[in-house]
């Protein structure tokens, strides 16, 4: 098994984010097993054979506990594609009922009958309920070039189911094809106005920067020194209050999920609270956009 992803040298040089407090669960509920094959996937998920494996809900459901009884704030499923997993509902039902939670979804698996269970679930749940449903342009065929044959209008039309059953999806975009557009308007404005003319008056819409790992890769990216570093606050980044779940235990953060060089623990959430390596060039992408992968 080989992974399709850029692990720069980890030397004792390399500079670290301190661990600062547990306020973020991540489960790679579904590794990188997927029913699409997107072009600038952060981890290669496809439909072949994962190189990251899918989650037994035995040890979701064992970290969901042991996130509970650390305080979490939030809990987020992602993959992969998350609606592939045979337990996912019965997951989200355990994760509602410690923090508010949100799926990342390409929402090709959402049609009537699981917006119909989601929004059961939502109401029903002392937590609050998210989906975040990914597009990358707002023109079918700009988005399907980079996620796939018809993945433009399914996701259209999970967002009108959820939408319809009063669940706000928030629209996750990637800037992948944001320079071929010449309007003028921003990415999010985008997608603000494409929300908004399908009659979502509530839009919710979060923009990523593109991660050059997994297909995007490109062997030889600079990674962070501590030079680089001087004067600015670690504390800053998301490693340093969120830790993941995947197959092989517990990692920094959900861009380097699966890596041996962000794999802080072998199972245990609180043995994982401590000091991530910042090694990868990923991590020059944080430190120059800021960004997080949570909803905020
Ligand atoms: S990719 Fe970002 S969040 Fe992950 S370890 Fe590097 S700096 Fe931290």
Redesign the pocket.
């Known amino acids: 098994m080989s992974l399709p992803l850029v692990t720069a040298p980890f030397t004792g040089t390399t500079p670290a ?1 301190p661990f600062l407090r547990f306020s973020t669960l991540w489960i790679q509920i579904t590794g990188t097993w997927c029913n699409l094959e997107c072009r600038h996937c952060i981890n290669s998920s496809g439909p072949r054979e994962p190189w990251l494996r899918p989650l037994r809900a035995e040890v979701a459901l064992s970290a969901i506990r042991e996130a509970e009884e650390l305080g979490v704030k939030e809990i987020y499923f992602t993959g992969g594609e998350p609606f592939l997993h045979g337990d996912i509902l019965t997951l989200l039902a355990a994760a509602l009922e410690a923090a508010p939670t949100t799926v990342l979804t390409n929402g090709t698996r959402i049609d009537a009958a699981m917006a119909d269970e989601l929004a059961a679930l939502a109401a029903s749940a002392p937590y609050s309920l998210s989906i975040r449903v990914s597009l990358d342009d707002t023109d079918p065929e700009r988005n399907d070039r980079v996620r796939g044959e018809n993945a433009f209008a399914q996701a259209v039309e999970a967002i009108r189911l959820l939408h319809d059953r009063g669940l706000l999806p928030i629209v996750t975009a990637t800037e992948i094809t944001s320079a071929e557009h010449a309007d003028g308007r921003s990415t999010y404005e985008r997608f603000r106005d494409f929300l908004l003319a399908r009659g979502i008056e509530k839009p919710r819409v979060k923009i990523m920067p593109v991660f050059t790992l997994g297909r995007l890769a490109r062997p030889g990216d600079p990674v962070l020194c501590e030079e680089d570093l001087a004067g600015f606050d670690r504390r800053t ?3 340093a209050e ?1 830790r993941v779940v995947a197959d092989g235990g517990v990692y ?2 959900p ?2 999920a699966g890596l041996p060089g ?1 794999r802080l623990s072998d199972g245990g959430l609180e043995a994982s609270f401590r000091a ?3 090694y ?1 060039p ?2 020059v ?3 120059r956009t800021g960004m997080t992968c949570a909803n905020g």
């Open positions: 984010a980044l998301q490693c969120s920094a953060c861009i380097l962000a991530a390596a910042l990868h990923s991590c992408t944080c430190f």
